[in-house]
Each structure stands twice: as C-alpha cells, then as structure tokens.
C-alpha cells in the first residue's frame, strides 16, 4: 500500500448528510503531519437519494482540495450522462433514480412517463441546470484504479478475463458470475454496486455499497498495509452516528 492509508467510499446516492459524516471522521482519523490517505470514491453518487447535486459539488471540491483523491464511474453516471446527451437511448435512466437527481438541481420532471414531450423538455432545462463544473467532474470519471494488492472498481471484474483486459461495462454493472466466483484473483478487488446490509469482505473481494439511501448507513473501508476497517455514518434518531470495526478475512 505504499506506506499510505486508503480509504474507499461506497455507493453515496445523494446521500449528503452521510457523505459529511463519514468525510468528517476519515480527516479526524488521519495522523498530524503524516501523509494524507489516499480516498476512492467508488461510483454512483447521484439518483436515489435527495441531494444528488449537493454530492457532486462536495466531490468536485475534494478533487480541487485532493489532486490524487481518484473518482470511479458507476453504471448510474453512465446512465446520467446518456439522458444527458441522447435523450431517446437515455431515457430509461429516469426509471433508476433520475427523478430525484433532476429535483435536486431545481428540475421537476413529469409525473407521467409516458410524456415524452415533457421529458424532453426536463432534459432541456436539467442540462441547463447543471453547472459546468459539475459535468467536467462526470465527464472525467475513471473504471479503475489499482493500489499494491487492491484493484478498485464500481461493480467488480469478470474472473475468465486478466485483469487489464476488463471493459468498461462489467466494471460499471457486473454481478454474476463475480459474485459468487470461488477463485481468488490476481488482486483484491474492492467495489460497490450490489448492496447488502452489512459491508462484504473475504480473500478475494470487499463489497461496500450498504444501501446508503435506504437503510441510511454509507459505508467506507479503510485500507492500511493488510489490516481492514468499516467506518460507517448512520443516520437514525433524527441525528447521525459514525461506527468502526476491523473487518475479518475469511478464507
């Protein structure tokens, strides 16, 4: 790991409130005077939760903030950047959580999906919306990103093919047959995209998408030499709480 702490942030959603959190408690964690960690951000910022844009604009000042932070593409940026740019192939991204992002810029969409006339005349006034800062940011987001024994990506890698001949398209949207492939790779990867309650971890992969916009808890993995550690913001209460474990390896 390059005598450097990395820490990996899962599936946000427009979940700002969490987001803060959980920022906050990794820069209390990182020593006085010692190199700063290196963060991921593992994709799908927007769609879902209600603060889309509030997310893009904290992440767009990290990357001014942090020249080495790196920002990986999940399959709902794609899929953002397709309405974005060709509304007839585009158009299913408003069926992913689109809706709430658009609301987020100050966009109401139509209530009735079938009214193509006023979808596109929301994508109009959604493209006009979106500072451009915010689509720099979108438009220059990574696949990958590898450090010692981990590779990074969104959803995970096909196991029959080497590791640098990924596309992009399993890297932003596959599940099976990653999921549930025995054999250990070449490296550790580390992803979002498939959520479960509780983050993932064994001796091949460590899954941190815990559904942030539903259940309320985004999740990071701190990454330092071969130790592993979820830190978690927990909304609940009216209030939001941060926890750590050290995760276990299971062979």
């Not at 259940?215 to 993995?221: D, E, M, Q, R, S």
Request: net charge negative.
């Amino acid at each position: 790991m390059d005598d450097r702490a990395v820490f990996a942030v899962g599936d946000i959603h427009g979940c700002n409130d969490l987001l803060t959190a959980l920022l906050d408690t990794i820069a209390e964690a990182s020593p006085p005077g010692g190199r700063r960690p290196l963060l991921i951000f593992l994709g799908d910022y927007v769609d879902r939760g209600p603060d889309s844009k509030g997310v893009i604009e904290r992440l767009t000042r990290i990357r001014a903030d942090q020249p080495e932070a790196r920002f990986l593409c999940g399959n709902h940026e794609e899929t953002m950047l397709r309405f974005l740019s060709d509304f007839d192939s585009g158009l299913a991204w408003t069926s992913y959580g689109g809706r709430e992002t658009m609301l987020s810029y100050g966009v109401t969409p139509p209530r009735d999906k079938d009214d193509l006339e006023g979808w596109r005349r929301a994508q109009q006034a959604f493209k006009a919306a979106i500072p451009d800062t915010h689509l720099k940011f979108l438009w220059g987001l990574e696949d990958r990103v590898e450090v010692g024994d981990y590779l990074f990506a969104h959803a995970g890698v096909r196991p029959d093919r080497p590791l640098n001949a990924q596309t992009a398209h399993d890297l932003r949207w596959i599940r099976e047959p990653f999921l549930s492939h025995g054999r250990r790779l070449a490296k550790v990867i580390v992803h979002g995209h498939t959520p479960e309650t509780e983050p993932f971890s064994d001796e091949r992969r460590i899954g941190v998408d815990t559904w942030a916009y539903r259940t309320g808890v985004l999740t990071a993995v701190e990454l330092d030499g071969e130790s592993r550690r979820f830190i978690q913001a927990r909304r609940g209460g009216g209030s939001i709480g941060v926890a750590d474990t050290f995760a276990e390896i299971d062979a």
